[in-house]
């Protein structure tokens, strides 16, 4: 597609659902990255994908937090028991080396 | 620690008038430097990056970033800023290519008539 697009773009949950967030990064992007921004915040790195592999996922805040690729392309992340203190944007972004990260718009969860 | 920060929460602008927004960043190489735009309710935009070369960057709307290094800096700059530049905006670095790019706080822009 032209663009990196996340769904759903507003997502409520009750504390202790889980809840799955879909990417569909630019078609042969092979990084893929997925951010965390609170309200008021500048984003904060999750996790990072080059093609199926998690290359790095040193910011997911706890082992609530799991992301997969298992194809190469399409990404999602997936929030166990959902805690109030997750409620963020999440967003997703891809590139391709040389270029500019390109995000998409976001996934807003509210935790209730 | 490698950190992005961006000294100024709010800044307040005339429309006409001339902006800088600040960015310095702690590493000890020159990593790869971006400005985002962040309108309400949307996503991220790329206004420009620097990789190499020339220090003065263009992007897009009319900004320019120039990098300097003695001062670990890539401030955003826009001679003449208009009603639809009130957003919030995010220097971002990245260390190595293809890496996670590392955000600061952001700086939200108000723009008054």
Redesign the interface.
């Known amino acids: 597609g032209a663009g ?1 697009s996340q769904s759903p773009r507003y997502k409520v949950a009750k504390r202790g659902q889980d809840v799955a967030l879909r990417c569909d990064p630019i078609s042969g992007h092979v ?1 893929l ?1 997925w ?1 965390q921004q609170a309200l008021g ?5 999750l996790t ?1 994908f ?1 093609n199926e592999a998690q290359l ?1 996922k040193s ?1 997911l805040p706890s082992d609530r937090f799991f992301a997969e690729r298992p194809e190469g392309s399409v990404s999602t992340l997936k929030i166990q028991r959902t805690q109030q203190e997750d409620s963020a944007v999440y ?1 997703c ?1 891809s ?1 391709l ?2 270029t ?7 996934t807003r969860l509210t935790v209730l | 620690a490698q950190s992005v920060t961006q000294p100024d929460i709010h800044i307040t602008v005339s429309e006409g008038a001339s902006l800088e927004l600040r960015c310095n960043y702690s590493y000890g190489a020159t990593p790869y430097l ?1 400005w ?1 735009v962040q309108s309400p309710g ?5 206004l420009l ?1 620097y ?1 190499s070369g020339d220090t003065l960057v263009q992007g897009i709307k009319g900004f320019e970033a120039e990098f300097k290094r003695s001062q670990s800096s890539f401030n955003l700059r826009k001679p003449s800023v208009h009603w639809s530049d009130a957003a919030e905006y ?1 220097c ?1 670095v ?1 260390f190595q ?10 700086t939200t822009l108000s723009v008054s008539s």
Request: glycine share 22%; proline share 4%; no cysteine.
């Open positions: 990196v990084s990255f951010y915040q500048g984003p904060e790195f990072y080059q790095d910011g967003l972004a590139s080396v040389g500019g990260v390109v995000f998409g718009p976001g | 971006f985002y949307q996503g991220l935009q790329l990056k990789f995010f971002a990245a290519a293809g890496t996670a790019l590392i955000f600061g706080k952001g």
